[in-house]
């Protein structure tokens, strides 16, 4: 038996109020509303995808407790274009933790000790550059500018230059697109988003080439970003192996949800 609830419009669904609540960071009441209408429990189609919408401590419990049969790790299937088939959140259960395993490296607080100077250091020239002495600042696109440059260093290992000004360009492309309604036509958000991906992936693909070659030669190690850790693991037969498909897919998303 299907859950209450109306999938509306075909194809288009609930989608547009959706992302219009995104937009006004009005999500909580969107949802709210939905339960008392409904209940705790609901269908609707979002992102061209039939969805089950639960809510509460019960579906909490479900959500962490199922097995891999009865819940899937899985985004709509054309977000998951723009993510990448092989991310972490598409993976399921033992794919996830032994890809979970590989990041986690450089999430350990002796690591991540590592990077607060660094952090320190660019936060401190960001401050002067575009801060200091200014009798007018704009603090939304500074922030997001401070908030892209350090995730590009620390993960990707670029520093200010063309590479991190055609990252930045292309990045704003894809958050665009995945907020947007998934209809692949020219001249669409998510048509760009697409686009925006596939550039990325293939400079980041040869940023992979890159410091695997460095790391042959063992020039790579004063640069000890995100990347270059997944590929020493890689290169060292750890047994928490990662292929290149899953260090580019995950670079790609790991930079997305810190910038």
């Not at 939905?34 to 209940?39: C, E, L, M, N």
């Not at 100077?117 to 401050?127: A, P, T």
């Not at 575009?130 to 260093?153: C, D, R, Y």
Request: proline content about 5%; aromatic content about 8%.
């Amino acid at each position: 038996m299907l859950p209450p609830g109306s999938l509306e419009f075909p194809v288009i669904g609930q989608s547009l109020s959706f992302l219009l609540a995104m937009h006004t960071s009005n999500t909580g009441k969107l949802f709210q509303d939905r339960i008392k209408k409904y209940g705790p429990i609901s269908k609707l189609s979002l992102l061209v995808t039939p969805t089950v919408f639960i809510y509460g401590q019960a579906a909490n419990k479900f959500v962490y407790t199922c097995d891999d049969n009865a819940l899937a790790n899985q985004q709509p299937s054309l977000i998951r274009r723009i993510y990448g088939e092989r991310s972490i959140t598409e993976l399921g259960i033992d794919e996830h933790k032994r890809v979970r395993g590989a990041l986690e490296s450089f999430f350990k607080p002796e690591v991540l000790k590592q990077y607060v100077g660094k952090m320190d250091e660019d936060i401190r020239k960001h401050l002067h550059m575009h801060w200091h002495g200014k009798q007018e600042v704009a603090v939304m696109p500074l922030m997001k500018s401070l908030t892209f440059n350090i995730p590009s260093s620390l993960i990707f290992g670029i520093e200010q230059g063309a590479t991190r000004n055609a990252f930045i360009e292309l990045f704003q492309d894809i958050m665009d697109g995945i907020v947007s309604i998934p209809i692949n036509c020219p001249f669409t958000r998510f048509n760009r988003g697409l686009k925006a991906r596939a550039k990325i992936r293939a400079l980041i693909t040869d940023l992979v080439h890159e410091r695997r070659a460095a790391l042959k030669q063992n020039s790579a190690f004063s640069k000890q970003d995100f990347m270059t850790r997944l590929l020493s693991i890689q290169s060292k037969g750890n047994p928490t192996v990662i292929t290149d498909e899953e260090i580019v897919d995950n670079t790609i998303n790991h930079h997305d949800c810190r910038a």
